[in-house]
């Protein structure tokens, strides 16, 4: 009798530890489903802030430029005008007459001065017009820029597109009615549509090759501002670049993933632009 207490006594310990392992188990693997998670959700978003933080390079690296050119072209007018002194001093030119094309030349400066801030006021409106109308989320797959007088917005094809094809999906339809909005605001500019893919080459029967697969999504878009959104079809161009216009190496898969991409770029129509620079003002008499 005594033995037989003995061994129940052992078989409820053993029922009782196995209870505690299992339950050990099952909040361990609880756990490390949060936690990969977690790692997940941070690898995201890490990506995103790279790729924004490389965008902000490319923009800091413009003005560069931008400033550069300014530099170079107000080393030239001084030049200019050296050698006009020069060759007035040369030819016995009246002081008179120079100073009349020294006015002549400061005031044609100011007016292409005032004509390329007036472009890039404008331009400068619709960018922060279009931003603020883009949520959180949405500005972490848009990223929006002025280079050189041109607004860029730069979609993600994840964003957009269903994997691997050139049919928008349904993720897209509020981010392409703001920016259809914005288009439309500003009737004056023209809109070029323009795809581009990473390197990877297109496994797909009714598609050949990246050319292929930009092109297509560029006209996706197009045709998307035009009949969902009503945007004018005359002011519309849609091309693609296949892979041969990267933003970053293609060695690494947020390289690749920037590369994958459709621009929409927002110009001043070109012909009017020109000839307001033409209208040069008319000398006071």
């Not at 790729?51 to 007018?77: D, F, G, H, M, P």
């Not at 060695?251 to 040069?280: C, H, S, W, Y």
Request: aromatic share 4%; net charge neutral.
């Amino acid at each position: 009798m005594k033995k037989n207490v003995i061994f129940m006594a052992i078989a409820v310990s053993l029922m009782t530890t196995g209870c505690a392992s299992k339950k050990d188990l099952e909040n361990c693997q609880t756990e490390n489903k949060s936690l990969t998670e977690s790692l997940q959700t941070a690898r995201e978003d890490l990506a995103a802030k790279n790729a924004r933080v490389a965008s902000l390079e490319e923009q800091l690296t413009a003005q560069k430029q931008a400033l550069a050119e300014q530099k170079r072209a107000y080393i030239a007018l001084q030049q200019s005008l050296d050698k006009s002194l020069t060759n007035a001093s040369q030819n016995n030119v009246s002081i008179e007459k120079l100073v009349d094309q020294i006015n002549e030349s400061n005031q044609y400066i100011r007016h292409l001065v005032e004509v390329k801030s007036k472009s890039d006021s404008l331009n400068m409106v619709l960018t922060n017009n279009l931003t603020r109308s883009l949520s959180k989320e949405e500005l972490k797959e848009v990223d929006v820029q002025v280079l050189k007088g041109v607004v860029y917005i730069s979609l993600a094809d994840n964003m957009l597109y269903k994997s691997g094809s050139y049919e928008i999906n349904s993720r897209a339809a509020e981010t392409l009615s703001k920016i259809a909005k914005i288009i439309k605001d500003y009737k004056d500019y023209d809109v070029l549509i323009e795809g581009n893919t990473d390197n990877v080459p297109i496994k797909k029967t009714n598609i050949r090759n990246n050319w292929d697969l930009s092109t297509l999504r560029a006209s996706s878009v197009v045709q998307a501002l035009q009949n969902d959104y009503g945007v004018d079809p005359k002011r519309l161009t849609a091309g693609g670049r296949g892979e041969y216009n990267p933003v970053a190496s293609n060695d690494t898969e947020v390289g690749k993933q920037r590369n994958r991409r459709t621009q929409i770029i927002i110009t001043p129509k070109l012909d009017e632009f020109m000839d307001l620079i033409g209208q040069a003002p008319e000398n006071d008499k």
